[in-house]
């Protein structure tokens, strides 16, 4: 297997402060918090995947790179605004955010070790595309070649958790029940999780008093902000992404064709700002 790039191989002295566009960084910081914290899906997924040290293996594999895009994006975050310490934030994200079932790692809670998987196609799908246009967006040289690496990592991703559902030996959920976790996972990805990781990153710990967390209005600011760099055809291609890993939908059919293009209307729709 290629060696995985390391934070080495990024260009860190094309770094041009005034091609930093502020919001893409208030997203970017929020990203490094989610990424860095990907040591808790490993232990989840290690409990999910018991007794079978190949997945294990992988999944320890592919928790070390989420891992390396956070101090990817974290670096290039402290480099664009110096005031902002990445362990800082960490660590009050850390405190701040704690999932249910990652406090009680005793098993899937999608159901089956295949909805997991789906579950996990569906997460790797969002995050190629969030890295794919972040990466067609972002004007800053270093950025972008930051989220260059990231997306084609993420592609890699996916197709490391679709081959695994293929070679699972449990029958597979029927298609309303694979739907169903596409779909909950979907919704999961607007949950605590980026609304925290944006409240910390962006918040700074003597402003906590004074800007209490409110789930519901970062969880929109969160949403705002990286919606910003999206375009029609990531969101069509994300679509087709999920369509393949729920299985029965072709991705050049009609009907996911015309998914892309409703989810699409609906991302249009759902834009509109809020107070920041
Ligand atoms: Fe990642
Ligand atoms: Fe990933």
Redesign the pocket.
Known sequence: MAEHWTLDYIKWDRFTPDKVDPLMLKAVKAASLVEYNATDYVAYLKEVFKGDPKTIAEVER?GWE?VQHGEALGRWAELADPTWSFKDAFARFKEGYKPSHFLNPNGSVRGSRIGELIARCVV?CG?SSYYTALRDEAAEPVLKQIAHMIAS??FK?YRLFYDLIGIQPEKRPNLLKRLYIAATRVSEAEDDELASAFYYANVARDAEATTPYDRKLYAKLYEQHAQRFYRQHHIEHAVAMIAKAVGEFPPESRVVRWAGRAVWALFVWRAKPVAA
């Open positions: 592919w989420e790797e995050t990592d993420e991703h």
